[in-house]
């Protein structure tokens, strides 16, 4: 999946600590068009930090997007009003902002997309772009040395956890976010709750509901799509959505 995170380490001293900003830029963007008229590539609009078809509630046997509903979904209406509040808290009326992105094609076309959403729909705001190879973006991420970045992830094995760890107020995460509450509901999911799925979920639910649609700490953007050109006397390879995409130990020549 992609997604737009803010720098949130309180010592960073950046504006996202602002919650107004965070959600009038959200509000801002429209990623029906960014994944049917920008990617055109298969790509779908994220309404949630955890992606459909991924995992299904064990308990109620549902997937978990379609349990969870709807978190995010832009209100332009709404972006306008939150902006005017930002202002008048952070005592700005304009505001310059940095997207760090890394040099693939599609980053590219992303951020410039995102760029003029946010100019566009929010008068005063300037956004810059940096672009860096994918392992210098990484580094700055890891380091903290950021403002926003177009960040993507996929998942290591098949649970919430894998997404949602990612906001914990742990060593190595790059979000920098810092909400007990938060942490309380995940170590609970992992914890006391770990035997009892309908508890465990209803953990997962609260925390995603925190950062996606309370707190507005994240923006969803899109769940990726990958074009493969396999040669047609290949077989026996097992397609993944989860960890290595592709298994070659049976594969065989027709």
Known sequence: ITYLQF???????????????RQAIANSIDTKQLASKILQDGSSPLTGYIPPKFVKNSATGKDFRQEGGKLYVADKAKASSQWKQAQKQLGQKSLTLQLLIDDEDWQKSTGEFLQSELEKNLPGLKVS?????????LGLVAQGKYQMVLAQWGPDFQDPTTYLANYTNTPGRAAGYDNPKYDQLINA??????????KRFADFHAAEKLIVKEQQVMVPLNQ?????LQQPKLGGVTHHMVGAPFTYATAYWK
């Open 7 to 21: 720098n949130m380490r309180k010592k960073a001293k950046l504006p996202f600590q602002n919650k107004a900003l």
């Open 129 to 137: 772009i940096r672009v860096l190879p994918q392992q210098q973006e």
């Open 189 to 198: 999911a992992n914890g006391k709750d770990v035997n009892n799925p309908a």
């Open 224 to 228: 990726q799509v990958y074009s493969i």
